[in-house]
């Protein structure tokens, strides 16, 4: 039929657009915070872009249910303002022939959503931690510019080299200053070199024929000649893939064998459980009566999504202190939803 296929395709145009502009929105988000670690110090600047790329799937599991829900709500809207749903149900057609290709349309965005949960999101993981490797190598030297204070672990390091030679890795003229909890120290020396450690792949500076000045917590000085001193670095932040099962697929998750295991594994299916839900519940909540106020549904729409997302947030903080390797998890959540997403089409459906 002409009318279920031009909802599918209006719901799919509709629902491709609002996530490229929410997938923008976020993106520029965490441009703004990869930018400030860079900053600060936190992260080498040359993999920010790499590593804004590798956020994108986190990105789509974020907006896709919001932009699935949006899509199908203002596809049916405009169906049902410009009379074409009046016209279908005074021509016999059914509520399921008219509705089932944007039932189709949530079931595969769910499993898009799904497949990047489930196994694109992890191997991006895995790549955040070889991209920090690499480009903390690289950055050893070329982050350092001649002649300007360079901070480190969140401004407590301040790494200042009056010179560079990027051929040999050496500096010359080097400041450090340290702040700690009860100690402040300050070493100089004439010539020094960057390294990293083959084994851990910490960072160090290794500073030759220099002086230290160390000041304790009662306020004693101490001054200190060496020959060599291996002064260590913080490593980027975000060094690695954090946590060991977030780089695991869906199936090397199930089942969960402790309790971070089961909390990955529920925030897993969230988003492509979220989706099916939402997109279905779209329809009927985009039911609209002659004359009815246009955007009432949308606002509606939007508050379910909000409350839904929120108690997802919510279990999943209150299974991360509980660490409990049983229980409902996320079920209930999942299970309320999918109760209101019954009533309203069992409603919709008398209705027809």
């Known amino acids: 039929m002409i009318l279920p296929r031009y909802l599918y ?7 491709l657009m609002t996530l490229l502009v929410l997938m923008g929105v976020v993106s520029a988000l965490f441009l703004a915070e990869l930018l400030s670690q860079a900053a600060q110090g936190q992260l080498p600047g040359m993999g920010v ?55 189709l349309l949530s079931v595969v965005w769910s499993l898009l959503v799904l497949v990047v949960a489930g196994w694109v999101l992890p191997w991006t993981v895995q790549q955040t931690g070889e991209v920090m490797a ?20 969140q401004g ?47 960072r160090y500076l290794s500073l030759n024929e220099g002086h230290q000045i160390r000041r304790g917590a009662g306020g004693d000085l101490m001054q200190l000649k060496f020959v060599r001193n291996d002064v260590r670095l913080p490593p980027p932040a975000g060094d690695g893939v954090g946590l060991p099962e977030m780089a695991l697929s869906l199936p090397e998750l199930t089942p969960p064998l402790d309790s971070a295991e089961r ?21 009927p909540l985009a039911w609209r009566r002659p004359r009815g106020g246009r955007y009432g549904s949308v606002v509606l729409a939007v508050l379910v999504y909000l409350i839904y997302s929120n108690w997802v947030h919510v279990g999943l903080v209150w ?20 109760l209101l997403v019954i009533g309203l089409w069992t409603w919709r459906w008398r209705q027809w």
């Open 49 to 103: 872009l790499a590593l804004l790329l590798l956020k994108i799937p986190e990105a789509v599991l974020m907006v896709a249910p919001l932009a699935l829900l949006i899509g199908v709500l203002f596809a049916l809207g405009q169906a049902h303002e410009s009379g074409e749903v009046t016209i279908a149900r005074a021509s016999g057609v059914s509520y399921w022939a008219c509705f089932r290709p944007l039932t």
């Open 156 to 202: 407590r390091v301040t790494l200042y080299v009056a010179g560079v030679d990027t051929q040999a890795g050496q500096l010359q003229d080097v400041f450090l200053q340290h702040s700690g909890a009860e100690i402040e120290e300050v070493v100089t020396a004439p010539t020094g070199r960057l390294w990293q450690d083959p084994e851990d792949q910490s």
């Open 9 to 15: 395709r209006q719901a799919l145009g509709t629902s």
């Open 319 to 338: 299974m991360e202190g509980a660490e409990a390797l049983s229980g409902p998890g996320l079920w209930p959540i999942h299970g309320a939803l999918a």
């Open 134 to 153: 690499d480009a903390s190598q690289q950055a050893l030297v070329a982050s350092l510019q001649p002649g300007q204070f360079d901070r480190f672990d």
């Open 263 to 283: 909390r990955e594994w529920h925030w897993r299916l969230a988003s492509p459980i979220g989706t099916l839900l939402l997109g279905i519940l779209a329809i």
